[in-house]
């Protein structure tokens, strides 16, 4: 009897100190992380831990020049340790922006078109065939508008460090080749989290559907959706060809990345430790344009190897641009008349 009581003593007292221990994981509402996100800011009292995450993988320059950021941070302080995460192991690229709000996550590098629901003004990124070479993107990032964009972005909780590169837009799909507009009738184009795509890719005839980058590629391998646009780098190092027929050149829209940092990870930071960060992610910026460049050029010619290529006419592409017009009119009210005035003089500025 008295073997018994012992028995269930001691297997009360392994439940409670399982139970205390937990189990290291931890499912933020937004994401999910492998490590205990109370205490993911510091290693062990004396690092400070910097986690990216990126929703693309980790064949892809922005894969890459986040190894050029972590290279150098690390050579130039050993307080601070980062730890990249792709393919949105931790989350897709709306929650990680959350995340940097609530403090939870440390860095994420996006797309400019979901951080609109946060800050409406980058949505002159995604007024279509406006931005038209990388010469005048150049300009106009490096500028005052990219100058001003930076600064609202502080007023969400999250701080822009630089301008990466995402690239100039193209479009595929698995039904038909896209020659001209009518081509696009019906067809079921997956976009990004963002009213100004939707909308023009409805202006043009097609059927549309917003969707997280993390959800994509099932979504095509399943048919759900016949098609999508991103740049070449993207379309073929996440494997598109594998899903996908047509490729059809229409540079229909320039995305940057942005490198966010939490407002929070950053006021935690010291000064020596912002200076380090911020310079990184600059000259890591630099790094990331010219590798995303040169890997467009270069996907381009692998790409035509795997699909069935086209580049829409200028004369067709006129008829693209004179559909998104209205959808051009409408949304410079949401993102802001003297804004949209301000991006769109400083392109004409720098043609
Ligand atoms: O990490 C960036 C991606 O999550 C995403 O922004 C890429 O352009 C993109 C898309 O189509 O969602």
Excluded at 12 to 23: E, T, Y
Excluded at 25 to 51: C, F, I, M, Q, Y
Excluded at 308 to 324: I, R, T
Aim: proline share 3%; with cysteine.
């Amino acid at each position: 009897m008295k073997k018994n009581l012992l028995l269930i003593f001691a297997l009360l007292l392994l439940s409670v100190f399982v139970a205390a221990c937990g189990n290291g994981k931890s499912d933020t509402a937004e994401g999910n992380t492998d490590v205990a996100s109370a205490d993911a800011a510091t290693d062990n009292g004396e690092t400070k831990k910097l986690r990216i995450s990126l929703g693309l993988n980790d064949k892809t320059p922005l894969y890459k020049s986040s190894e050029k950021f972590k290279e150098l941070v690390e050579e130039k302080t050993d307080t601070l340790n980062v730890e990249i995460y792709h393919s949105g192991q931790i989350a897709d690229d709306r929650s990680a922006i959350e995340m940097l709000q609530f403090g939870t996550l440390e860095i994420t590098i996006p797309s400019t078109a979901p951080f609109t629901s946060f800050v409406p003004e980058y949505g002159v990124f995604d007024l279509p065939f406006t931005l038209t070479n990388t010469d005048i993107v150049d300009k106009v990032l490096q500028g005052e508008v990219g100058d001003a964009l930076a600064e609202k972005a502080s007023e969400q909780g999250v701080k822009q460090l630089a301008w990466w590169e995402n690239g100039f837009r193209q479009l595929t799909n698995s039904k038909r080749a896209v020659e001209k507009i009518d081509d696009l009738q019906g067809l079921k184009v997956r976009t990004m989290e963002n009213d100004i795509h939707l909308g023009a890719w409805k202006a043009m005839g097609a059927n549309p559907t917003p969707m997280a980058f993390t959800e994509l590629f099932t979504a095509m391998q399943q048919k759900t959706v016949d098609g999508q646009e991103n740049p070449y780098p993207t379309i073929l190092l996440e494997k598109y060809p594998e899903v996908q027929k047509y490729l059809t050149e229409t540079n229909h829209i320039y995305s940057p990345f942005i490198f966010l940092i939490s407002q929070k990870t950053w006021d935690g930071l010291t000064e020596e430790e912002q200076k380090i960060v911020e310079s990184a992610a600059l000259e890591a910026g630099e790094h990331n344009r010219q590798l995303s460049r040169e890997t467009a050029k270069s996907a381009l010619d692998e790409l035509k190897e795997q699909m069935q290529y086209n580049k829409v006419s200028d004369s067709e592409l006129e008829k693209f641009k004179e559909a998104v017009q209205p959808v051009i009119e409408k949304h410079k009210g949401s993102i802001g008349e003297e804004f949209v005035d301000q991006y769109l003089d400083a392109i004409k500025g720098a043609e």
